[in-house]
């Protein structure tokens, strides 16, 4: 291993790594070789006597557990400094290993070692390797450990293996028998080059003897043979009771009794209880939940927390990482819990104790991950019109929710916000809007694509007599009413007349069907029977409209900002904007306004009303204003006249496709083809003082950008696009 640090470190001088190599040579490398031969070095903390031996000879400096550390260079062991040399060129006499124990000023390692009459052994025989504690490792042990190493066979005799096992050799989860009966200890090698024995750190490696090596340690080490497995551990003690439970529940408890290595964060009964109690009982009363709760508190390997000494991340049973830190006071956190007692060995593993559980996504419901991710209007407002149950696991659904950012609700008028709230129908209809069945990653976005909304689409017929339906579904009716309920889970839809007549009296009817439920619908303030009748599924659905640029996806006008966070029954796309379905084609959204009265009549004398009006497409109209239209001049007679050109000139102004202002970039130049065949230009520009941006088409600039139909969206714009047509 050393001469590969070399090697690396050799090849990084002479400049053939790549700059982006993590071996690329900076000033804050140390290489001990630069110092001269037989040179060694250390990370120690600054203000402490605290020191990190790994295995590798380049270093950077950088902190441990939050503090800052410096190269510490020192002779290799058994080598010294000769006055006015480099390096350390003096070669000092091998001794035998209890020689070289007192050299090193291991006493309290040595005290034990007398007692137990192994200094003779150690003097005479061999070959062994010996971990030997630092002298502060005996200041913290038991009272049971110090009546171990005062008995017979003393656990000193636990400290030494037959044979010479330099630090090169000792490979993760090697098992040495011991001196001790042949009692095992496990050896953990880590890809920081921290290497550990029953979790103890070495400090100090590789110290030659005549008739061994020996290996520094930071703890007096004790057996794992015999003891409990992980599982059994926790069963053990009696504050790890509801845990025991959840795993029992789970099914899964058996699992943890074969042979591991496991590293279990176990929380105990009192960090259980700080969990909400909804949050509780949508994991724990879900098996599928619960055993992904399970699994994301055990690692599959040990995990020694004399290793982790920087932040990292480290994958779990359940499939996706903890984030484990290690901060000032060498205090150690597992996505935010503490460790609270740590390295309790087992026969297969080892566990931790934490002071609050650990929560994955895939055990969290979307309720609880748009909670997570801060997203607490939407939560708030599902919750206002009963939609928990639709975004928790009991639905027994999958879905796909584009949540709207904080920001994109501040962002809406208060006309706006009132509307919503005021009317419980039209806030459920707009947020289902949000909704799409099933688990949805962008990873499966296409452009242009249409993905149907659970949202439920309510279609008022005559007046008469008022009326009102609730329960599953708000709405307001007058005199006969169809109700379209389209659920998103199965595709099924159901539609519902209702009949209001007469006055005074009321009714209730239920349908049921594809939705695998009852929808009741209660009439009130009106008089006479209410009836029902079932009729076929509607021929189109409410959808979002997905658009795929290089570098940004859209959904509808809103840019998707952050993307696939999956939970346990769906996936959570955000966005920058709140959506509201569309509800007239473009054709209507040109008459309603009043800018827009010549190109209403350029449409209809064109022949391509058609177009315009068509309930569903991809298209995008820049709608040039009635101003735009007469700074023609003399052209508008021709086009007056001639319903070709007429044609011609309005194609220009389509382009087959759904373009949204956030997918456009600032400063560049984005080319379109029109329905006519000739290119347009599309540039944003870069926000101003007052986070504003001009969108200009050609020479055209955007008065109003993104207006959303059932077949498109339009822009407003100042001026007619040239073309080649006039």
């Known amino acids: 291993m050393r001469l590969l640090c070399i090697l690396m470190a050799l090849v990084v001088a002479m400049g053939v790594c790549a700059k982006n190599s993590p071996f690329y040579w900076r000033a804050n490398y140390a290489m001990t070789w630069l110092h001269g031969p037989n040179v060694c070095a250390l990370q120690e903390v600054r203000g402490t006597r605290a020191r990190y031996w790994d295995e590798c000879m380049v270093y950077r400096p950088r902190t441990i557990c939050g503090n800052p550390t410096f190269i510490r260079y020192y002779c290799c062991s058994g080598y010294e400094k000769v006055r006015g040399e480099r390096g350390c060129t003096g070669v000092r006499e091998m001794e035998n290993i209890y020689t070289m124990l007192k050299t090193m000023h291991r006493q309290s390692f040595i005290d034990y070692i007398d007692n137990s009459k192994l200094d003779e052994m150690l003097e005479t025989q061999g070959a062994f390797t010996v971990f030997a504690p630092h002298n502060k490792a005996f200041s913290s042990i038991s009272p049971e450990m110090k009546k171990q190493l005062e008995g017979e066979p003393s656990l000193a005799r636990y400290h030494l293996v037959p044979g010479r096992f330099n630090s090169s050799q000792l490979r993760n989860g090697l098992e040495l028998a011991t001196m001790m009966g042949g009692k095992t200890l496990r050896i953990n090698r880590y890809s920081n080059g921290i290497i550990t024995v029953n979790c103890a750190r070495i400090l100090m490696p590789n110290v030659q003897a005549t008739n061994g090596i020996i290996h520094t340690i930071d703890q007096v080490i004790y057996p794992v043979d015999k003891r409990p497995t992980g599982a059994e551990l926790l069963i053990q003690h009696p504050k790890y009771r509801e845990f025991v439970t959840l795993l029992i529940n789970s099914g899964l408890i058996n699992d943890f009794r074969s042979d591991g290595p496991f590293t279990i964060f176990a929380p105990t009964d009192e960090a259980i209880a700080k969990m ?21 508190h055990i690692v599959k390997n040990d995990l020694c927390t004399a290793a982790l000494i920087t932040s990292c991340g480290i994958r779990t049973l359940e499939g996706s990482k903890l984030n484990i830190t290690c901060g000032p006071g060498n205090k150690l956190y597992v996505d935010g819990s503490l460790v609270t007692e740590s390295d309790m060995l087992a026969s297969n593993g080892l566990v931790h104790t934490i002071d609050y559980p650990l929560i994955p996504d895939s055990a969290r419901d979307l309720r609880f991950m748009a909670s997570k991710l801060g997203l607490n209007t939407f939560v708030g407002l599902a919750g206002s019109v009963a939609m928990n149950a639709t975004l928790s696991r009991s639905s027994g659904s999958n879905y796909t929710i584009f949540v709207p950012t904080e920001e994109a609700w501040s962002a809406l008028t208060a006309d706006q916000l009132h509307a919503i709230k005021a009317n419980p129908a039209i806030l459920a209809a707009m947020l289902r809007y949000h909704i799409v069945p099933g688990q949805v990653s962008t990873q499966n976005f296409v452009s242009e694509q249409l993905i149907p909304t659970i949202t439920t689409t309510i279609t008022p017929a005559h007046s008469s007599v008022s009326g009102s339906v609730s329960g599953s579904l708000d709405a307001t009716l007058t005199g006969r009413g169809t109700i379209d309920i389209t659920d998103g889970g199965t595709g099924g839809t159901n539609s519902v007349v209702v009949d209001v007549g007469g006055a005074g009296g009321g009714g209730s009817v239920q349908t049921g069907g594809s939705l695998g439920g009852s929808v009741s619908v209660d009439v009130t303030g009106g008089g006479g029977a209410a009836a029902a009748t079932k009729f076929e599924p509607p021929s189109a659905s409410i959808s979002v409209r997905i658009s795929v640029d290089r570098e940004s996806i859209a959904v509808n006008e809103a840019k998707v900002v952050s993307s ?20 007239d084609p473009m054709l209507e959204l040109v008459k309603k306004d009043n800018r827009l009265g010549s190109l209403t009549g350029f449409i209809q004398a064109s022949g391509l009303e058609k177009m315009f009006s068509a309930k569903s497409g991809n298209l995008t109209l820049f709608a040039p204003t009635d101003s735009a239209f007469n700074e023609l001049g003399a052209d508008i007679d021709q086009l007056i006249t001639d319903p070709k050109t007429l044609e011609k000139l309005l194609r220009h102004h389509i382009v087959d496709k759904t373009i949204f202002s956030c997918a456009i970039k600032p400063d560049l130049k984005y080319r379109y083809k029109t329905n006519l065949g000739q290119k347009i230009t599309i540039v944003k520009s870069k926000p101003n003082s007052f986070d504003q941006q001009e969108i200009k088409v050609d020479q055209a600039t955007v008065l109003n950008s993104d207006i959303l139909g059932t077949n498109g969206v339009v822009y407003v714009i100042d001026k007619v696009l040239e073309c080649d047509c006039l």
């Open 276 to 296: 909400p109690s909804d949050l509780r009982d949508s994991i724990f009363n879900n098996k599928q939940a619960l055993q992904a709760w399970i699994k994301y």
């Open 564 to 583: 696939n966070h999956l939970s346990g029954n769906g996936y959570i796309h955000v966005i920058d904007k709140v959506m509201f379905p569309p509800q």
